[in-house]
């Protein structure tokens, strides 16, 4: 009876630090923040201090949250439809040589072409709305996402494809009940990778062209001196990101139970 409350005690704390973590980094980042603030006397124009910046996310919040839900908008329609591409891309690769021979290497050169280079040209293409700017998330989240898919459907254990071979599973069968399935871990950790990187795409597209977003709204910050509205852009794109990401691994985990995690401390 006396083993039971020592063998939780570590539990528990393991519970309330995951609790604390973010409030303890939050608090350090600020501390770190206004640290560089006073030591530098940096000028407001320059490095303006949390506090400054607290007060603008107040006092804006109107104006923040009205570009923000177009950010998060192009982030996310970008998100799934460079996944859905990156899924469509890979599959032909894993199953058909000839497509793999020929596709892979456009893949690679296209990776060596600068994204700010694109831009312009989506924007001309597609115009100043959302289409642009979903585009562009969507190339930078596709190359990673075909990557980690089309390794995930190439590396697939032998021994499950011999096995299935033995009870007769025709192609189709090995492709949706052994492929798949194994392939969905890779998948998962590149969706992870493009989730983190997909608001780079749309704010990029909206420096380059648009009347509206976040990036938007900081460029023209910027032209006016207004670091502390820059700032507070900042902060909500940080703040979505984690959001959006911590939002996919929890759907991720959910979705592949299969797929243990050996890095978590055992109970």
């Known amino acids: 009876m006396t083993n039971r409350p020592t063998s939780r005690t570590p539990l528990t704390e393991r519970r309330l630090l995951k609790l604390a973590r973010p409030i303890i980094i939050i608090a350090a980042l ?45 982030t996310v329609i970008g998100l799934f439809a460079g996944a859905a591409l990156g899924a469509l891309a890979a599959l032909p690769m894993a199953l058909f040589a000839p497509v ?29 709305g959302l289409g642009s700017k979903i585009a562009m998330a969507a190339l930078i989240i596709f190359f990673p996402v075909t990557v980690a898919f089309f390794d995930g459907l190439s590396r697939t254990e032998p021994g499950f494809l011999d096995l299935a071979r033995t009870m007769g599973a025709s192609r189709w069968r090995l492709l949706t009940h052994v492929r798949l399935p194994a392939a969905l871990p890779s998948f998962a950790s590149g969706f992870r990778v493009a989730t983190a990187v997909a608001p780079i795409g749309a704010v990029i597209g ?11 709204l900081m460029l023209h910050a910027n032209a006016r001196v207004q670091i502390d509205m820059v700032f507070a852009c900042l902060l909500i794109l940080c703040a979505f990101s984690i959001t959006q990401y911590f939002l996919v691994d929890r759907a991720l985990r959910a979705a592949l139970p299969w797929q243990p995690d050996s890095l978590k401390p055992a109970r």
């Open 30 to 74: 600020i501390a770190t923040w206004q640290f560089v603030v006073t030591v530098t006397g940096a000028p407001k124009y320059m490095l303006p201090a949390p506090y400054e910046v607290w007060l603008t996310l107040i006092k804006r919040h109107d104006v923040l949250l009205d570009h923000a839900r177009y950010t998060i908008a192009e």
């Open 100 to 128: 793999r021979f020929w596709l892979m290497p456009i893949l690679l050169v296209s990776q060596a072409i600068p994204f700010f280079a694109l831009a312009p040209l989506l924007v001309l293409w597609l115009g100043f």
């Open 206 to 216: 909206e420096w380059v062209g648009s009347s509206h977003g976040l990036g938007y």
